[in-house]
């Protein structure tokens, strides 16, 4: 099949697009901006007729979470508007509409892992956003399927880990919060996921699915930076600190882990857990 990628350049798209060999049966174009504009339903056409697209993939997002409470339109624009229409341009080809979303959309309130029909209440503009962008998809496209992920990381772009490792470098102590508590999605994994699903799917064949993928396991963010600077041999001490002690313009999840019961039995995935893909990511980064 022809997969149209938008975002290509993000930790997730990069991911895609680095595995395009290993599925050869399928033809990945990738886009991101300036090239195209997700907003832009005209240019998304025209690169869909191009190209004959029977998928299209979204990794594009606005995910400045602070930021975004200042820059709501923006976030609006980008997070809600653009997946409407992807949407539209999916439904008028009759393609496959794969779209990325998001733990932010819950509130962080559980104290059990979260499932597809937890209803969402997003804390801010980010999670708002993105939750509206959800509803668009679902309101206009007869075939789609929504994955949420949750603190995402690669060896391309900019994240946790590889600010922990620089950090972990830089100074011999570094605090960081412990009762925010979900798990971490290395890209790689995300990205793998997507196009097996992609390769099982039945040509034809109209979807309507919320999906939730992340790795396996629970930890905190103290947890997962103690364990990358380990693993990474960092020799620098790790101090747990409370939310109330690094406040930020967002309100964060205090629990957001999901429930992926639904994407292992439907397309039979394997998930590996947190601290396998942490130390794989790790490796890829130390290579001279």
């Known amino acids: ?21 290993d599925y050869s049966g399928h033809t990945l174009w990738c886009y991101d901006l300036p090239d195209l504009d997700i907003t832009d339903t005209h240019a998304l056409k025209v690169v869909c007729d191009r190209h004959a697209v029977d998928v299209i993939v979204n990794c594009a997002a606005y995910t400045a979470v602070d930021r975004a409470e ?10 809600a508007a653009g997946p409407a229409s992807i949407a ?6 009759g393609a496959l509409f794969m779209h990325v979303s998001t733990d932010y959309v819950f509130d962080g309130t559980s104290s ?9 209440r997003p804390l801010g503009v980010y999670g708002r ?3 509206e962008g959800e509803e668009a998809i679902r309101r206009i496209s ?3 399927m929504i994955v949420r992920t949750s603190w995402l990381y690669s060896n391309y772009g900019s994240n946790f880990v590889k600010t922990m490792l620089r950090l972990g470098a830089e100074r ?8 925010q508590v979900g798990t971490p999605t290395y890209a790689r994994d995300l990205a793998r996921a997507i196009m097996t699903i992609i390769d099982r799917v039945e040509p034809g064949r109209r979807y309507g ?8 396991g629970v930890c905190s963010w103290y947890d997962f930076a103690l364990m990358a600077l380990r693993i990474a041999g960092r020799d620098c001490r790790v101090y747990p600190i409370e939310s109330s002690e690094y406040p930020t313009p967002t309100r964060r999840p205090h629990y957001s882990v999901l429930n992926k019961s639904a994407i292992k039995r439907d397309w039979q995935l394997e998930i590996p857990h947190w601290y396998e893909s942490l130390e794989q990511m790790i490796a890829i980064e130390q290579q001279p």
């Open 1 to 21: 099949m022809n997969i149209l990628v938008t975002g290509s350049r993000g930790q997730l798209g990069s991911e895609l697009q680095a595995m395009a060999g």
């Open 70 to 79: 200042e820059e709501e339109q923006l976030a609006f624009q980008v997070n």
């Open 88 to 93: 539209e341009v999916a439904r008028e080809r």
């Open 112 to 120: 059990i892992p979260y499932t597809e029909e937890t209803s969402p």
């Open 129 to 131: 956003s993105k939750w």
């Open 142 to 144: 007869p075939s789609y």
């Open 172 to 179: 011999d102590r570094l605090n960081v919060v412990f009762d």
């Open 209 to 216: 699915a919320t999906y939730h993928f992340s790795n396996e």
